[in-house]
């Protein structure tokens, strides 16, 4: 995939409400608008990369592209889990990631329990390569030291910022 590294930003939305709940993997997700605009060799699946929220500090991230095959959603998402405990929700909050490579397809799974130990394998995987040194750099881009800390409302559209800091 020629686009990545792949830089973008939006505002945390409530998604469908099963990360936390019922995969017990928190997820923040990205609008439409920033789904929407994803360059066309971005295929569906999981990715690794880093992730800030407002000004925060960076930390590691998986990122699920695509419809989620195993509860056949009928809208396309991007669904962050940052590898880190957050002590509140951060809905409203501005979400800046860097997409640094590509783990796996999406695909569906037998059972719930089986798509908790791939989300978890894809969580390891993610940790382990984030360390190389390619990637390590990339958690310094200046993308993340121009993050804004909110929107500018919860009504107002999204400024995203694609491949261009």
């Not at 989300?119 to 200046?142: G, Q, R, S």
């Amino acid at each position: 995939m020629r686009s990545l590294p792949y830089f973008c930003r939006g505002t945390v939305i409530r998604g469908f409400g099963r990360g936390s709940k019922e995969l017990g993997i928190p997820t923040a997700n990205f609008p439409d608008s920033v789904v929407e605009h994803l360059p066309a060799d971005i295929s569906t699946g999981i990715y690794y990369g880093w992730a800030c929220v407002g000004n925060g500090d960076i930390y590691k991230m998986v990122m699920s592209i695509g419809w989620n095959p195993y509860y056949k959603n009928t809208k396309k998402s991007m669904e962050t889990h940052v590898i880190h405990t957050f002590k509140e929700d951060f809905y409203g909050q501005i979400l800046s990631v860097v997409m640094v490579g590509y783990i796996r397809p999406e695909r569906s799974f037998n059972s719930l329990e089986a798509l908790i130990a791939a989300i978890n394998n894809d969580i390891e995987e993610a940790k382990v390569k984030l360390e190389l040194p390619e990637h390590i750099k990339l958690k310094e881009d200046n993308f993340f030291t121009s993050a804004p800390s909110t929107s500018t409302s919860s009504t107002a559209t999204p400024k995203t910022i694609m491949n261009g800091h």
